[in-house]
């Protein structure tokens, strides 16, 4: 069965700092994986999506993904975190009829 | 892309009650789910709305406890029935727009706490 983790509960970064956040997925065929972002009291929002081709893909609000198959990895990035970029972030890997979701990383951005 | 319309956007409820929660897109799509975010965690899937037939359930998620209806290509319900604290959630519909993998959208989700 699918499954995602995100090893981080919570990161600190100070803003226009870089910034990482781990992805690693178990999944049985070639992965479907999305990274969204839930800014507090709203929906979640689609950052980006791999699905095959080139393995980094970039995204909407300066974020990008790298897919690396051999860990098992979809880590997303960010070279200059912005304030409002402070949300809760969640990986997820998609199948046919339902998409499994990590337990998210909250991320604070320091002034 | 989908625009998706939920109600409410937060409700309080009296324990052992029922709420339903609405779900409308603004154009006809494939697939419909329900999740359950609660709080301080991540998103569970609860069921998918079947457009004509009855919803499939994740274990651990029963339809007495949730019905759903799905009357159409645009619309679902989710109820929550006789609700005790722990119903105490964000309800999140979500719909897929093709017949393949592809991104989930989302409504903004309806904040229920139960007292």
């Known amino acids: 069965a699918q499954s995602v983790t995100q090893p981080d509960i919570h990161i600190t970064v100070s803003e226009g700092a870089s910034l990482e956040l781990r992805c690693n997925y178990s999944?049985?065929?070639?992965?479907?994986l999305f990274w969204y972002v839930q800014s507090p009291g709203q929906g979640l929002q689609l950052l980006l999506k791999?699905?095959?081709?080139?393995?980094l893909v970039q995204g909407i609000k300066g974020f990008e993904a790298e897919f690396k198959r051999s860990q098992s990895s979809f880590n997303l990035r960010k070279p200059s975190v912005h304030w409002s970029d402070a949300a809760e972030y969640f990986c997820?890997?998609?199948?046919?009829?339902?998409?499994?979701f990590g337990a998210g990383t909250r991320l604070t951005v320091k002034p | 892309s989908a625009v998706i319309s939920q109600k409410p956007s937060r409700d309080i409820c009296q324990r052992g009650t029922s709420l339903t929660i609405q779900c409308q897109v603004d154009?006809?799509?494939?697939?419909m789910f329900w999740y359950r975010q609660q709080p301080g965690q991540s998103l569970t899937l609860i069921a998918t709305?079947?457009?004509?037939?009855?919803?499939?359930?994740e274990s651990g998620f029963v339809i007495d406890k949730f019905p759903i209806s799905r009357p159409n290509l645009t619309f679902s319900t989710l109820t929550v029935s006789n609700m005790s604290p722990e119903d105490s959630s964000i309800y999140l519909c979500?719909?897929?727009?093709?017949?393949?993998?592809?991104?989930?959208?989302f409504g903004e989700g309806s904040r229920l706490t139960v007292l």
């Open positions: 979500s719909v897929r727009t093709g017949l393949v993998v592809g991104e989930l959208f």
């Open positions: 791999y699905f095959s081709g080139d393995t």
């Open positions: 154009s006809q799509v494939t697939m």
């Open positions: 709305a079947n457009q004509g037939s009855e919803a499939t359930y």
């Open positions: 997820a890997v998609g199948a046919l009829s339902d998409m499994r």
């Open positions: 999944y049985g065929a070639t992965p479907y």
